[in-house]
């Protein structure tokens, strides 16, 4: 009989993914313990099996207070959802030296029936290799994976979570009255720019249906440079850049400069920005200021993938577009280190260069990627719909259950 494992349950994803996994690890005889931090997480815990505890104190005490409980229970295993939050960095950092396995549940890496889950770190952190031999070497012996489980998942439901979790937190003054939210915007104000974004996004779709069908027919060359959300650990902790904002301004510099004078630069906003910024007016004046009149064209809405499909290069921070763009064989410029950031997938010169025939991805070393990456980090299952939420509790408690990991096999 498999030894039982005792498991130190986080922050999660607003909604009820990690209280159904609980309960899995419970039912499979392991020990779950959980720490709420505010009003939303212990909505989101109720009637879970387990102990769970409420973190009180000022954010300096964590650290001893993670520690205590690893004893008080002795964790073997403890699941975040993000490994950058202030809340979880004390117990990400201090794990090793503890004997504590960390997994990480992330946003898939690839979209949309698909999330992350591995060891220690996603992302800017994860023990995936920058290595593309080894890739090679490890895609093309390990067998194809069958077509994920499909579900569909609205972004209402996704909403309704998210709301769901804050309305809770009306309640944090009196529950948690340190707790302070890891994301720069609050909620009300956030739910504030989504709704003036929403009543525009109708006529934003016609009209940027047209100017998608005017780029591409125009038979003009032109580069995609999709935007991510400022508020996102990829920006905040990953790169080198402070916000979109700094982002725009080096590549349209570098585009003014550089770029074939018939070249177009298409920037799309990322679907889910909740339109606190003036995109639009930034871009005039940056247009402005490095003289491309006529050579930016901006959306606020559109299917990336016939953009793509035509486009001479991609050039992205670290945003999963570029995992897209590699798929579809256009080349692609990475200005930071995703784990796509591989000799033989994204452009190795300097982004100046990257302006003038850049060459497209190895297809082969893609393939062998996209299949180490299924193997070793991606979970079929989604985080909010029920379905989803089934399949990815399922998946994921065998992953969590197995010694070592499947990347840990890998390696």
């Known amino acids: 009989m498999k030894p039982k494992r005792a498991f130190l349950f986080l922050q999660g994803v607003c909604s009820p993914f990690n209280q159904r996994l609980a309960r899995r690890l419970t039912d499979d005889g392991h020990r779950v313990v959980k720490v709420n931090f505010n009003a939303g997480d212990m909505a989101y815990w109720q009637r879970t099996h387990g102990h769970s505890h409420l973190f009180r104190d000022p954010l300096s005490e964590l650290p001893a207070f993670i520690q205590s409980l690893w004893q008080r229970y002795a964790i073997t295993d403890q699941i975040v959802f993000g490994d950058r939050r202030p809340v979880h960095r004390p117990a990400v950092d201090q794990a090793a030296d503890a004997g504590v396995r960390t997994h990480v549940?992330?946003?898939g890496y690839f979209r949309p029936f698909w999330i992350t889950l591995e060891r220690e770190g996603v992302n800017?952190?994860?023990?995936?290799?920058?290595d593309p031999s080894w890739f090679y070497e490890t895609g093309k012996k390990l067998p194809e994976l069958p077509p994920p489980v499909r579900f569909r998942s609205s972004f209402k439901i996704r909403a309704m979570h998210d709301v769901a979790y804050h309305?809770?937190?009306?309640a944090n003054p009196l529950i948690a009255p340190r707790y302070r939210n890891h994301a720069p915007i609050t909620a009300p104000v956030e739910y504030a720019g989504y709704i003036k974004r929403f009543t525009l996004l109708k006529q934003w779709k016609k009209r940027d249906a047209k100017r998608i069908t005017s780029l591409i027919e125009s038979g003009k060359p032109y580069f995609m440079l999709p935007l991510q959300l400022n508020t996102d650990a990829q920006i905040r902790d990953h790169s080198p850049y402070a916000n979109m904002k700094e982002v725009m301004d080096h590549v349209m510099g570098s585009f003014a400069e550089h770029a074939p004078s018939d070249a177009l630069l298409c920037i799309k906003n990322h679907p889910l920005d909740m339109g606190l910024?003036?995109?639009?007016?930034?871009?005039?004046?940056?247009v402005d200021f490095y003289g491309l009149q006529g050579r930016i064209v901006y959306l606020e809405s559109g299917d990336l993938n016939p953009l793509i499909k035509h486009a001479v290069g991609t050039v992205t921070v670290n945003s999963t577009v570029g995992i897209v763009s590699l798929e579809k064989q256009c080349p692609t410029f990475a200005l930071s280190d995703p784990i796509y950031n591989l000799a033989g997938l994204t452009y190795e010169g300097s982004l100046e260069e990257f302006w003038h025939q850049p060459p497209a991805p190895n297809p082969t070393l893609f393939g062998y990627f996209q299949n180490t990456v299924m193997h070793?980090?991606?979970v079929n299952g989604g985080f909010y719909c029920q379905p989803s939420i089934d399949l990815a509790v399922d998946n994921s408690a065998r992953i969590l259950e197995a010694c070592p990991s499947p990347l840990e096999k890998l390696l």
């Open 167 to 170: 309305l809770a937190g009306l």
């Open 124 to 130: 800017g952190h994860s023990l995936l290799p920058r």
């Open 105 to 107: 549940f992330e946003e």
């Open 376 to 378: 070793a980090a991606q």
């Open 277 to 286: 910024v003036n995109y639009p007016k930034i871009i005039e004046k940056l």
